[in-house]
């Protein structure tokens, strides 16, 4: 019995799927030279025996499977799909402990330190971890990575990234456009990560259906997040209240990162830190870890470590 299907490909990228100059799409004409394939855009239209239109289906499954959790696809990976001969040379869904992400553009992002592995360890046991260094090691983007990891896993239904919107030498009031222009500026550093590890189209899906959302810390009051993978940034500029406010929002199922920079505070001098305070009334705390870089963790520029450990000096 012949039969016509038509599949769409959605939030990918059309040349991961088709591949470079169509490499991919021809090994599968190649494959199923039984089906006619018809591609335009964003889809294929395929037509053939019921039979075989099964198998297709199956193949195109393992493909958009691939391309979900690893951002990448090999001509080779389409050969093992398909069950054709690659010397057993493939990295199709083969995980490696270390790698939390596959990033786009072939960017693998890890835990690169032993600190970062501790924070890595840490909330394999725990519900909420406190990371607390300097600028530079990675703490934001680590966190970042385990929340798509855990998306991705569908150990989480969402991910909520928020940031105290603090004036840091800059006034909000004055600077151009609607509240989220105004906002954004202090979100970029989220955005900058997201972009690393989730293809544009579907990252700005999961924008569109809040499947990720990002906000500053003051829209997370009155709140419960169940089923989320919440992170916290720059909590060194969250008040005692604030902080309070946001640890308490913790619903069922959900895991917590708070992360901060004790030695860049700017809030006003009067008011105290949020996250200094916190170390002392959570330390001993069921469930919470508390994870300390340092400037052995840095992971830009060489220079950042060396003006860390200047700094530091200094005071």
Not at 56 to 80: G, R
Not at 128 to 149: D, E, F, N, S
Request: glycine fraction near 6%; charged fraction near 25%; proline fraction near 4%.
């Amino acid at each position: 019995m012949s039969l016509e299907k038509t599949y769409k490909i959605e939030q990918i990228p059309l040349i991961d799927f088709f591949g470079p100059n169509n490499t991919h799409f021809e090994a599968l004409e190649n494959h199923f030279p039984k089906l006619k394939m018809v591609a335009r855009g964003n889809t294929i239209k395929v037509s053939g025996e019921e039979s075989i239109i099964e198998e297709f289906d199956k193949v195109f499954i393992l493909i958009l499977n691939k391309l979900e959790k690893f951002n990448t696809l090999t001509l080779n990976d389409i050969k093992f799909i398909l069950g054709d001969d690659v010397n057993g040379e493939t990295d199709y869904l083969n995980g490696n402990n270390d790698i939390l992400v596959h990033g786009c553009n072939g960017i693998l992002v890890k835990a690169r330190t032993p600190n970062q592995k501790r924070m890595v360890k840490a909330l394999e046991s725990k519900d909420m971890v406190i990371v607390i260094g300097p600028a530079g090691t990675g703490k934001t983007y680590t966190a970042v990575a385990l929340a798509v990891r855990a998306l991705k896993n569908k150990e989480v239904r969402k991910i909520i990234l928020t940031r105290p919107a603090v004036e840091a030498g800059e006034n909000l009031g004055f600077l151009p456009g609607d509240l989220k222009d105004k906002l954004d500026p202090y979100m970029q550093p989220l955005y900058d990560a997201l972009y690393d590890m989730i293809p544009t189209p579907k990252l700005h899906a999961y924008i569109e259906d809040r499947t990720i959302e990002i906000a500053p810390l003051a829209f997370m009051r009155g709140r419960t997040l169940d089923y989320a993978f919440v992170i916290l940034d720059e909590a060194q500029n969250a008040s005692e209240a604030q902080l309070k406010m946001f640890l308490t929002r913790m619903g069922k199922s959900a895991k917590f990162v708070v992360t901060g920079d004790i030695t860049q505070i700017d809030l006003p001098k009067n008011q105290p830190s949020g996250l200094l305070k916190a170390q002392e009334i959570l330390k001993s705390v069921d469930d919470i870890a508390f994870i300390y870089l340092d400037e052995k963790d840095v992971v830009r520029h060489r220079l950042v470590t060396k003006i860390i450990n200047a700094y530091n000096e200094n005071e």
